[in-house]
């Protein structure tokens, strides 16, 4: 079965998670789909932000790159076809993680992180 591509998710850098999610739902009206202190999912109608603890260090992977996920329905297709490429190691599939994604990642030439993501829920 072929990979459909919904959506692309921007993962902002956040300082503070709580902080920052009080701020997105007071400011501009999102509500919390999971959180906790390294990651939060915050969705408003059909738009959906993540935001991601970053330290802005040496030793923060991120440092100078961004990350963006991009939401798909049949993962495994598009899985796949990474694996074949070399893009990723058959390992990475992280299957029904605790915020209900079946996802993959990897960084691109420029160290921005790129995860591939379905959701469990509607994708079971």
Same mark, same amino acid.
């Given at each position: 079965?072929? %990979?459909?591509?919904l959506?692309?998710?921007?993962?902002?850098?956040?300082a503070?998670?709580?902080?920052?999610?009080? $701020?997105?739902?007071?400011?501009?009206?999102?509500?919390?789909?999971f959180?906790?202190?390294?990651?939060?999912?915050?969705?408003?109608?059909?738009?959906?932000?993540?935001?991601? $603890?970053?330290?802005? %260090?040496?030793?923060?992977?991120?440092?100078?790159?961004?990350?963006?996920?991009?939401?798909?329905?049949?993962?495994?297709?598009?899985?796949?076809?990474?694996?074949?490429?070399? %893009?990723?190691?058959?390992?990475?599939?992280?299957?029904?993680?605790? $915020?209900? %994604?079946?996802?993959?990642?990897?960084?691109?030439?420029?160290?921005?992180?790129?995860?591939?993501?379905?959701?469990?829920?509607?994708?079971?």
């Open positions: 079965m072929k %990979t459909e591509l959506s692309i998710i921007p993962v902002l850098p956040s503070n998670i709580e902080r920052d999610i009080v $701020w997105y739902k007071e400011k501009m009206n999102f509500e919390v789909y959180s906790d202190k390294m990651y939060a999912v915050l969705y408003r109608e059909n738009i959906c932000i993540h935001l991601q $603890w970053h330290a802005d %260090t040496d030793d923060d992977p991120l440092l100078g790159g961004s990350v963006v996920r991009i939401y798909v329905k049949n993962i495994s297709a598009i899985f796949n076809e990474m694996v074949d490429s070399g %893009t990723v190691d058959p390992s990475c599939l992280k299957l029904h993680t605790p $915020w209900n %994604t079946n996802e993959f990642g990897f960084f691109d030439l420029n160290k921005n992180a790129i995860f591939i993501m379905e959701d469990v829920v509607h994708n079971s």
